[in-house]
């Protein structure tokens, strides 16, 4: 429990035990912990994480909750259910935690997580403590066989008792969708909520295609620019500046000494901003394809897709 406090306090990451399956946890309101859990699975995109919770006051700061949400918590938290709740601008979660999206996932865990959690005083992101595309983890010892090279220090709880991921709803109008199969049944949430779960029906974000017009900022964006236009924006990175770049309209940099993990943290805060600018393009500098840098491509190119897809 100290070690982890330390290192999480660190901005550093650390594989912990919950009841569902371990998870790679990091400070959530700290950009630099979270990119480093993105490079620690070697996730070549940024899902949105799941922000872990101690308490409901925690979690109140954070989301907004509607009365099903909220009766679905006094059954099921502490325990192996997510929720997708409209996210808090005042929460003091990274953006990279959401990916940028305007929803936030949350979960209360059972035992070590939570005692963690309430210690720091913090939420934790924390995804299954795996290497992209690899199964998640049950116990210390898969953990460590995984990811053991890349992290200090993974938390042996023994076995997990779920051994599933958490099932993953969100309410809204339409009703209650099931956004993932998960540690509790749809028939035990069904029973709670008094209505069946919707399902398959594209509430969530399933597929990766589906996320272009969720994550599209409102200007256009061009890519790899090498000279910036008039009237735009221009988003940096590293210190070679394009053709241009001091009549941009705005300009911000992901990262002046072109270190992949400072330029994760930037990413979705600066793009934002450069947004807000009002300029009509948003040109963006060469970003190297190399660790971190194959998800922050991944999610300029979705941000510069087609919109009306
Ligand atoms: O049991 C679990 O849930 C484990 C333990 C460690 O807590 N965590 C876990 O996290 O499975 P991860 O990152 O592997 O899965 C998170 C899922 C992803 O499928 C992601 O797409 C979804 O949550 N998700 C996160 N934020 C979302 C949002 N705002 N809207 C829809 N889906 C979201
Ligand atoms: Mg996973």
Known sequence: MERALALLAAGEVVAIPTETVYGLAGDATNGEAVARI??????????PLIAHVASMAMAETIAEF????????EAFWPGPLTLVLPHRATSGIHPLVTAGLDT???????GFGAQLIARLGRPLAAPSANSSGKISATSARAVEGDLGGRIQLVVDGGP?????ESTIVKADERGLHL???GGISAEEIEAI???KLLR?????????GMMLSHYAPGAAM?????????GEALLGFGQRRAAGAADAVAFLNLSETGDPREAASNLFSHMQALDRSGAKTIAVEPVPHAGLGEAINDRLARAAAPRDS
């Open 38 to 47: 993105f490079e620690a699975k070697g996730r070549p995109r940024f899902n």
């Open 193 to 195: 909520a008094g209505t």
């Open 66 to 73: 509607d009365p099903l949400s909220r009766r679905l918590t």
């Open 160 to 164: 997990t008792q779920v051994g599933l």
């Open 104 to 110: 936030i996932a949350l979960r209360m865990p059972r």
């Open 200 to 208: 398959n029906d594209k509430a969530g974000i399933e597929a990766p």
């Open 179 to 181: 956004l993932r199969p």
């Open 222 to 230: 061009r890519l790899n620019v090498s000279a910036v236009e008039p």
